[in-house]
């Protein structure tokens, strides 16, 4: 290991850590290399909340509940245009804040960001009751093209038809399409004059001078990047703070990271804004001030207490129509801990529990969307104090961190968004959305005539004519209809990130990344589960067209019984997994935009809901208009082994393709995983133990009866902080629509008899 | 449903030797029946017609799925991740031991395997007479630990309620502590039919008797999702009209039943610190 070097004129802010490789160039991952601080114990050692965070979580708590009842949203900006500077300072109570920022200048103001798009930022004032601007109205429509006019300029008819028709939904071609993880301990190891001069440099060795697209891309966006870097010292700077230099105390580290999270959510509204992985980082800074005697743990509590207070508060005003997809207000900013390095050392340490203790200090909330990499490694200690903390609030996600590591190449990722994984310092996603697979199901039935709309929109094909499906038959439509989606997916979303960079480039989050980086092209699957039953029902079951009187499949009949995915059953299961690969290998015969990688996920967060609602009667008997199951959930009542044979039927599906993320949501009632809170959080570890060694990637853990969801629904005012994990996030369930909390009600909860 | 047809093919014939289990149902995840998680085979049969029995759907006998102990076993394999160091697969019912021959075979090949394995049992079947006996001495080789309900104390109460004396029941576990044979002790907390403070002590009482072996008593508050069952199935419920025990019915048996005073199943391998 390194020494610190004398000479060195950062030395004084680093004193105390081990050197290496991150002293010479940016490199975060190998600071955490030398200086992780592992844990092994249990949660003995943590700290409640100071006084000063119990009143400022009352103000925050008394907030939201203004918030709900003024309709969803306290206030807005209508007349200034985000910024990291457009904003004075704001403040909860400033005397009681060690961490400070806010988006705008007042706790839960929702800032005005129209760069996505002019008439999502107006629609989502109007729902709430707000009016634009008229000179911004005009800015933002004469003077100044967004992402989303980009976008409608160079779409294909194709294109609009299959949004119109919904067989591909929540195309980021209007709002921001997120999903990138800025490596925000940067700001506090290296300082912003440092992050400049590397940013620089790189700029100077982009090209030899010959000006390709290329070239010139790269060159503007590292100058957006120096500029967004001096910009976020300013907006410190009106906070009080010279970021300038690296953070010297663990107050400062934390509060640096703050303002690098703060500058991504003050200038983007993204899909998801993640937080990234902090935890073993911030815990080297806790720990050198422990050793110090600088602070005692209740101090180091707070710290993290109140950064995540701030991460709790962080808003975006979005329309009626967002909210039906991704409902109560989430953001994603997703928090991932723990994970075992390449070298076999767990990074489990006591920032990890002290980021759990938070929902203890100061209540459940759906934000941030605490991760968990596991690993059958990791201590048992933290394992316990995490199941722990799953039964008490149903707000953790589980992911396989070893399958993950492998995969990407890195034990410093995180995960971004609601389940996927991303190389921190050199990987970006582009966001997706997602295609309708079960829909395709009724186009090849239907010859690309859509079963709601009546109009043609997939290729004009032959129907299937017979009374019968023929198995055969069905699948050479398919294959066409399917390839059609294919073409017509990827290519609008070559188009959007296209337009996404050109007019809303995120400078404020990737200035944080390494300049050259890899990129993935995400795509998305819904209706897996519909989709595989309806194949399997054909296969196996016989099935028996009936149709309406324009000739259009409305109904379906399966004379026989039939495997149906969620059973552990290779029949149904390998329907799955060839669905998934048949689809990605389709969409990667394309071009994909700035030479990124394929990958997909089965992932529908909130959304199941909305894509039923717009999907037609299919073949395993789910009917028109009912929610799909969510993610890569088997059908509701599909399942007949119980929940660790659902479980595994999930696990088949190939990591390989599906890189952005295979998510699971499991409803258990206390009950059923023991009768007493000791064996329960033993069967807790024990399930997401087996899920991950059987290659299981992602897991949502709910641990509540029914009947406290039908009482939450019935009084609200009970359950103030009521969280439940709904396919790759968490949210309060009075948040959640009419619609979608019965659908949470309805779900498979395994319960013992 | 049919029960993993997918292997039927793969699998050879059995043999006529080799004993059938008749399957009602597989639970997967069987987190309250026996130490861990637990691959939890219903068998199909059950002689007793307990009033507060959730499971009316399997009292009839040689019906169900048919398998064989090996087919029962390559499934359960496929859970293995998920049993820890506790977990492994317990037989319930129905009536387990109607089937003591595929019990028999089962448990032998698991052992073999190195899983551990859980008898759920009322014990009703149980006799001293040959050839049953000497089966019965065969198949507790191969088990590590039963689950065994006491319903009633009073043999004639225990008849009103079930159908059957409890006189071979208490008899079973007489054999079980004379030969070592651990055991869980389960009571059905049943308002107006086995929630009383008299009995409840008596039991607790009997239950010293024989703690030597009892590594845990757990109190099962009666619920009311069977109901459906017996709708299903054409059949009066006989407990129409009863609703499941108070909390304070639960604790109260619990402590006439000092159940915190068997705590062995905590120095299973590896049991969590609690």
């Known amino acids: 290991m390194k020494q610190l070097q004398a000479n060195d004129t950062t030395t004084d802010y680093w004193e105390g850590f081990n050197g290496g490789d991150w002293q010479d160039s940016i490199d975060v991952r190998d600071f955490i290399q030398q200086n992780l601080v592992q844990y092994d114990g249990d949660e003995s050692f943590l700290a409640g909340p100071t006084e000063a965070t119990t009143t400022l979580n009352n103000k925050v708590m008394a907030l939201k509940q203004q918030e709900r009842e003024a309709g969803g949203v306290l206030d807005a900006d209508n007349d200034v245009p985000a910024t990291l500077t457009s904003h004075g300072p704001g403040y909860i109570e400033k005397d009681l804040e060690k961490i400070v920022g806010l988006q705008t200048d007042k706790p839960l103001k929702r800032a005005f960001m129209p760069y996505g798009g002019i008439r999502m930022a107006e629609d989502a004032l109007e729902a709430y009751g707000f009016k634009t601007d008229p000179k911004m109205h005009q800015i933002f429509t004469e003077w100044r093209k967004t992402h989303n006019a980009g976008v409608f300029d160079v779409y294909t008819p194709d294109m609009r038809k299959a949004r119109h028709y919904k067989i591909i939904t929540g195309l980021p071609d209007a709002y921001g399409r997120g999903r990138i993880i800025p490596d925000l301990p940067r700001i506090a190891l290296y300082g912003i004059d440092r992050l400049i001069q590397a940013k620089v440099t790189d700029h100077d060795n982009v090209g030899d001078g010959e000006m390709t697209d290329d070239v010139i891309r790269l060159r503007e966006q590292i100058a957006e990047q120096v500029k967004a870097l001096k910009g976020m010292k300013k907006m410190a700077a009106s906070y009080g703070f010279d970021i300038s230099k690296p953070a010297k105390t663990a107050q400062e580290a934390v509060q640096w990271v703050y303002f690098g999270y703060l500058a991504a959510v003050k200038t983007q509204n993204g899909a998801a804004m993640s937080v990234g992985r902090i935890d073993s980082f911030l815990d080297v800074f806790i720990q050198r001030d422990l050793d110090r005697g600088l602070i005692d743990e209740k101090q180091a509590q707070e710290l993290i207490d109140q950064f995540v207070m701030k991460l709790r508060m962080v808003r975006f005003i979005r329309t009626t129509d967002y909210n039906d997809l991704f409902s109560g207000d989430p953001i994603w900013a997703t928090l991932s801990m723990a994970g075992v390095g390449m070298d076999g050392r767990h990074h489990v340490n006591k920032t990890s529990f002290r980021v759990l203790k938070t929902l203890d200090n100061m209540g459940a909330a759906p934000e941030p969307n605490i991760t968990l990499l596991w690993d059958k490694r990791l201590p048992d200690g933290f394992k316990r104090y995490a199941s722990k903390v799953s039964i008490d609030s149903s707000t953790i996600q589980y992911e396989n961190d070893s399958l993950m590591r492998n995969e990407w190449g890195t034990d410093y990722y995180g995960i971004a968004c609601c389940v996927s994984a991303q190389p921190i310092a050199g990987g970006v996603q582009f966001f997706g959305a997602r295609a309708n697979m079960a829909k395709t199901v009724l186009y090849a039935i239907n010859g690309g005539v859509d079963e709601l709309g009546k109009a043609q929109v997939g290729p004009a094909a032959e129907p299937i004519k017979s009374e019968y499906i023929d198995y055969d038959d069905f699948m050479t439509k398919f294959d066409r209809q399917l390839s059609w989606v294919a073409d017509v997916y990827v290519n609008a979303l070559n188009a959007i990130h296209y337009m996404h960079d050109k007019y809303d480039y995120e400078a404020e989050q990737l200035c944080l990344k390494d300049s050259r980086l890899d990129y993935t092209f995400a795509t998305g699957i819904s209706g897996l589960s519909h989709a595989t039953d309806s194949l399997s029902a054909i296969k196996y079951g016989h099935v028996k067209i009936i149709r309406d009187e324009d000739g259009i499949a409305v109904d379906f009949k399966a004379d026989n019984d039939y495997p149906r995915y969620g059973n552990n059953d290779d029949r149904a299961d390998n329907i799955a997994k060839m669905l998934v690969k048949k689809l990605f290998d389709k969409m990667n015969t394309h071009h994909l935009y700035h030479g990124a990688k394929l990958s997909t996920s089965v992932l529908t967060i909130t959304s199941n809901v909305v894509y039923g609602k717009n999907t037609g009667t299919t073949p395993n008997g789910r009917q028109a208009g009912e929610p799909f199951s969510p993610g890569a959930n088997p059908a509701y009542g599909a399942e007949q082994n119980g929940a660790l044979a659902s479980l595994l039927s999930t696990a088949k599906i190939p990591y390989k393709y599906a890189r952005d993320g295979i998510s699971n949501t499991f409803g258990v009632t206390p009950r059923t995983l023991g009768n007493d809170i000791s064996s329960q959080e033993d069967t807790l570890v024990n399930m997401v133990d087996g899920y991950m060694e059987n290659k299981g990637m992602h897991l949502n853990i709910n641990v509540f009866n029914r009947d406290t969801l039908k009482d939450a629904q019935a009084h609200p005012e009970k359950y103030p902080t009521l969280t439940v994990r709904v396919s790759g996030y968490c949210v309060y369930f009075a948040d959640l629509t009419k619609e979608q909390q019965d659908d949470v009600i309805s779900r498979t909860y395994f319960e013992a008899m | ?274």
């Open chain 2, 1 to 274: 449903m049919k029960i993993f047809e997918q292997e039927q093919s793969s699998v050879a014939v059995a043999e006529n030797t080799t004993p059938i289990g008749y399957v009602h149902s597989i639970e997967t995840f069987g987190s309250v029946d026996g130490p861990g998680i637990r691959y939890v085979l219903f068998l199909q049969g059950c002689r007793m017609r307990c009033q507060f029995c959730h499971n009316p759907d399997t009292w009839n006998q040689g019906v169900g799925d048919e398998l064989t102990a090996d087919q029962v076993l390559a499934d359960a394999e496929r859970y293995k991740a998920f049993w820890g160091k506790q977990g492994g697969i317990t037989t319930s019912g129905g009536e387990a031991l109607l089937q003591i021959d595929f019990l028999i075979d089962l448990f032998k090949k698991a052992h073999a395997k190195g899983i551990k394995t859980c008898l759920d049992t009322c014990g009703q079947p149980f006799t001293r007479k040959q050839p049953w006996f000497g089966k019965f001495e065969e198949l507790m080789r191969y088990t590590d630990v039963s689950l065994v309900d006491i319903k009633q104390i009073n043999p004639r109460e225990h008849k009103r309620l079930t159908g059957w004396s409890n006189e071979n029941i208490f008899d079973m576990l007489s054999y079980m502590l004379e030969n070592n044979k651990h055991v869980w002790i389960r009571h059905v907390l049943v308002p107006q039919r086995t929630d009383f403070d008299t009995e409840l002590i008596q039991i607790g009482n009997y239950i010293k008797t024989i703690a030597p072996i009892v590594d845990k008593v757990e109190v099962l508050p009666y619920h009311t999702m069977g109901v459906s069952k017996y709708k299903e199935l054409g059949i009066d419920y006989p407990l129409d009209g009863i609703e499941p025990p108070t909390q304070a019915r639960v604790k109260n048996a619990e402590k006439l039943l000092h159940t915190t005073d068997y705590t062995n199943y905590k120095n299973y391998p590896n049991y969590p610190k609690a």
